[in-house]
């Protein structure tokens, strides 16, 4: 497993969201004021460590796993809701949000795969235009690393294997 390097500003800052504020980063140190906290936020956005939930922002999956630290429990459906209703929005005053629009190959698995009878790779590749091996790819990066959404799978007999969200 590769060791995420950190900035001891990083460190700092996801720790103390961690450790102190059920990972809502919400404080910085002193030296850090103005254009360095966005400089900061972005840094940390952009290796998916942090995620953005409404004007907020909390520690993503990444982040635990960079201070060696446990994952929070499995996101809950409502959870997932919410976070891509809140990437809708952009707050000025931080870094610019990554949209996530109802209409986006994301949201549309998503969607799949909180049905209950879930989908196949098929399925998937057939609604998005993807290719097998980039549906699975998305299912352990984006899903699962990022998001922290359990997916799970099985297969009956000369079925197609099938995936859903667990809740």
Same mark, same amino acid.
């Given at each position: 497993?590769?060791?995420?390097?950190?900035?001891?500003?990083?460190?700092?800052? *996801?720790?103390?969201?961690?450790?102190? +504020?059920?990972?809502?980063? $919400? @404080? /910085?140190?002193?030296?850090?004021?103005?254009? !360095?906290?966005?400089?900061?936020?972005?840094? *940390?956005?952009?290796?998916?460590?942090? +995620?953005?939930?409404?004007? $907020? @922002? /909390?520690?993503?999956?990444?982040?635990?796993? !960079?201070?060696?630290?446990?994952?929070?429990?499995?996101?809950?459906?409502?959870?997932?809701?919410?976070?891509?209703?809140?990437?809708?929005?952009?707050?000025?005053?931080?870094?610019?949000?990554?949209?996530?629009?109802?209409?986006?190959?994301?949201?549309?698995?998503?969607?799949?795969?909180?049905?209950?009878?879930?989908?196949?790779?098929?399925?998937?590749?057939?609604?998005?235009?993807?290719?097998?091996?980039?549906?699975?790819?998305?299912?352990?990066?984006?899903?699962?690393?990022?998001?922290?959404?359990?997916?799970?799978?099985?297969?009956?007999?000369?079925?197609?294997?099938?995936?859903?969200?667990?809740?």
């Amino acid at each position: 497993m590769m060791k995420t390097e950190l900035t001891a500003a990083q460190h700092a800052i *996801l720790a103390h969201a961690i450790h102190n +504020t059920d990972g809502k980063v $919400d @404080w /910085f140190p002193d030296n850090i004021k103005g254009g !360095a906290r966005k400089k900061v936020l972005e840094g *940390l956005f952009n290796r998916a460590l942090i +995620t953005p939930l409404g004007s $907020d @922002w /909390f520690v993503a999956a990444e982040g635990y796993d !960079a201070l060696g630290v446990p994952r929070p429990g499995p996101i809950t459906v409502e959870v997932l809701d919410e976070i891509i209703k809140s990437a809708e929005v952009t707050d000025k005053s931080q870094t610019p949000v990554r949209r996530t629009r109802d209409n986006s190959k994301q949201a549309t698995v998503i969607g799949m795969l909180k049905r209950p009878e879930g989908a196949t790779i098929p399925q998937i590749c057939e609604a998005t235009g993807w290719q097998s091996h980039t549906a699975r790819g998305t299912f352990a990066g984006v899903f699962k690393k990022k998001l922290g959404l359990n997916i799970t799978s099985g297969k009956e007999s000369g079925a197609e294997r099938i995936y859903r969200i667990a809740n």
